[in-house]
């Protein structure tokens, strides 16, 4: 079975700073999708970014970029010139490339406060 | 509707109890996730839905819990003779096609369920 790994619990970072959030995942597949969603105190999950696992080159979104690195299992979350309302928790995921796997499979998470 | 609705917001009930979780997902989305998120934990999936059918159920944790989704829309997640343990926030998703693929999973601002 997949499982997705957040070492970091909580993370901070000043206000305009860039700050890191790591990701590792395990997986056999080859054939695979990673996401990372935000979780306000509203609760509601709000995805950040995505990468599918057969493209080398790093999902951007605006202040988002992940630095995809496949052969070590990691998908880490960079945001840069931080905001207030950046502060959340932070969730990775992974899903499956195989057909009929439709769930996501989501790490424990990491709180990230912004300080102004 | 506009968004994934879930109701009630908040939940309490007594131990022993049973309870019925409400999802609206969003209209024409075929495929409808629940999944639990206990205090300090990540996202813990439950059940999957691709219309009416339930390909994936691997996540209920025990008998005591079910889920149906009539109409290829609404689903209700039901938890029977209610513990402690039940206690989370009980989140919904959907999404327009439960195929391979990088589809985004829209989610639900959840039901949070008190057992005292």
């Known amino acids: 079975a997949q499982t997705v790994t957040q070492s970091q619990p909580e993370m901070s970072v000043q206000e305009a700073e860039t700050v890191t959030l790591s990701c590792t995942y395990d997986?056999?597949?080859?054939?695979?999708?990673l996401f990372w969603y935000k979780q306000p105190p509203s609760r509601q999950m709000i995805l950040v970014i995505r990468?599918?696992?057969?493209?080398?080159q790093n999902a951007t979104e605006n202040r988002f970029s992940v630095n995809f690195q496949k052969a070590a299992k990691s998908f880490s979350l960079k945001i840069s010139d931080s905001q207030l309302g950046d502060a959340a928790m932070y969730f990775c995921a992974y899903r499956s490339g195989q057909g009929g796997s439709e769930k996501l499979v989501f790490g424990k998470g990491t709180k990230l406060t912004v300080n102004p | 509707g506009a968004g994934v609705s879930q109701s009630p917001s908040n939940k309490v009930t007594e131990k022993g109890k049973d309870v019925e979780l409400r999802c609206d997902p969003i209209?024409?989305?075929?495929?409808l996730y629940w999944y639990r998120q206990s205090l300090g934990q990540g996202l813990e999936f439950l059940i999957y839905f691709q219309g009416n059918s339930a390909p994936d159920k691997s996540g209920l944790p025990s008998d005591r819990f079910s889920a149906e989704r009539t109409g290829g829309s609404v689903s209700t997640l039901t938890i029977q003779r209610t513990q402690q343990e039940d206690s989370a926030v009980y989140l919904c998703?959907?999404?327009?096609?439960?195929?391979?693929?990088?589809?985004?999973?829209?989610f639900g601002q959840g039901t949070r369920l008190t057992v005292v």
């Open positions: 997986t056999s597949e080859s054939d695979y999708y």
């Open positions: 998703a959907s999404s327009l096609v439960g195929v391979r693929g990088n589809t985004e999973a829209f």
């Open positions: 990468q599918e696992a057969y493209k080398q």
């Open positions: 209209s024409g989305h075929t495929a």
